[in-house]
Structure formats: C-alpha cells, structure tokens
T-cell receptor
C-alpha cells in the first residue's frame, strides 16, 4: 500500500542554522512529491514539489532531494528563521495522479 | 482576495445534528478536494471533484455527502454527526486532476458535543 512517514516528529534548530526534514515513502509507483508547511490555525501551504525524473530541486532557501532507490525524500531549509516554525508534511501521489497521501508531519521549532 | 475560502471557521454542534461546510475557490481551478485532519495532524483525503464530477471517494461513511454546484464550489454536508467526526476539515483545489499542487483553505474546526 501507499504510505508516507517521517523519521522525526519534532525538530528543534537554532535560528540561522540549516534544517533537514526527512520523509520515507513506500510506493515505488509514486512519481510526484510535494512538501507543505502548515502554520497553526492555517491550511497546508505549498512549498516545493519534485517529479520522479529529478533528484534535486531548489527554491528560495529550500531544496528538495529525492532518492528513489531508497524511497526517501528530504526538505532542506537554509538559514532557518523563526517564521519557518510550523508543521511540515510530505505528500506522494501513489498510483493515482490526483490522490495524495500525506505523511504524519514534522514539527519544526526554531529557537531565537 | 482569498484563494480558497471555507465557512464557517468553527462549528460546534450536538451529536445527531446535520451540518454543512461551504468552500469556494477563485483560482479558476478545475479540481477540488475535501480532507480531514485528526487530532494527531494526520491529513486524509475524503473526496475530490473535477469539473463537478466526483473522481475520488474514499471509504467515508455515507453520512458525508459532497455537493459541487459548479467547479468553483464544493460543499460538504454531514448527517447525523458523531463524536468521531470532530476534526478539522480542509477544502483544497488544484489546477487540474493531473498531479498539481493543491491550494488549501484555512480549515473548519468541527467540534461535536
């Protein structure tokens, strides 16, 4: 079946440090992955996505790495800021292009 | 200029009641969704509509009935509410059904007394 999991439920980092949030998925048919950020009282907000024909994609201060061999996805946030404090979810689309399976989330705490 | 808006933001009601949550998107997207987020923050898809046609219907009790009057609206009606229905319900939309990022509303927190 499809499942997405996160290695660390809570991650605390110092402001200015880099953060790495990891995600494992089990469905080798998944070909599209998304990272979302959810702040308290808000809905998930799109951060960055990657398709299975790539292994790295960069955005503004964020990088997503995809390792299809071990079915692993990571989100790197450079120079973490207090505003980055939130819960981060990875999502994969499994067999269905339109049906996303979400991981259980990692809470990122940024200490000033 | 809210992209995906859902109402109400909070809904507190008694067990056994019937309630509706409304969702509207002004992004011109073809596909809309309903998700349920439980107390452990786990997000699970419930339904998806593409151009008013139901395309995803997870194993959701038939007390839950989505209605899409047009592609900009997807409402969720819940009959005979139960304690286990307490959760945050999120509406989302995407450009089309083919693997696109989803834009979420800010959620409706449903509390059953």
């Amino acid at each position: 079946g499809e499942s997405v999991g996160l290695h660390l439920p809570t991650l605390s980092v110092q402001e200015g440090d880099n953060s790495i949030i990891n995600c494992a998925y089990s469905n080798s048919a998944s070909d599209y992955f998304i990272w979302y950020k959810q702040e308290s009282g808000k809905g998930p907000q799109f951060i960055i996505d990657i398709r299975s024909n790539m292994d790295k994609r960069q955005g503004q201060r964020v990088t997503v790495l995809l390792n299809k061999t071990v079915k692993h996805l990571s989100l790197q946030i450079a120079a973490t800021q207090p505003g980055d404090s939130a819960v981060y979810f990875c999502a994969e689309n499994g067999y269905n292009f339109n049906k996303f399976y979400f991981g259980s989330g990692t809470k990122l705490n940024v200490k000033p | 200029d809210t992209a995906v808006s859902q109402t109400p933001k909070y809904l507190v009601t008694q067990m056994g009641n019937d309630k509706s949550i409304k969702c509207e998107q002004n992004l011109g997207h073809d596909t809309m969704y309903w998700y349920k987020q439980d107390s452990k923050k786990f997000l699970k898809i419930m339904f998806s509509y593409n151009n008013k046609e139901l395309i995803i219907n997870e194993t959701v009790p038939n007390r839950f009935s989505p209605k899409s009057p047009d592609k900009a609206h997807l409402n969720l009606h819940i009959n005979s509410l139960e304690l286990g229905d307490s959760a945050v319900y999120f509406c989302a939309s995407s450009h089309n059904r083919d693997g696109q990022p989803q834009h979420f509303g800010d959620g409706t927190r449903l509390s059953i007394l």
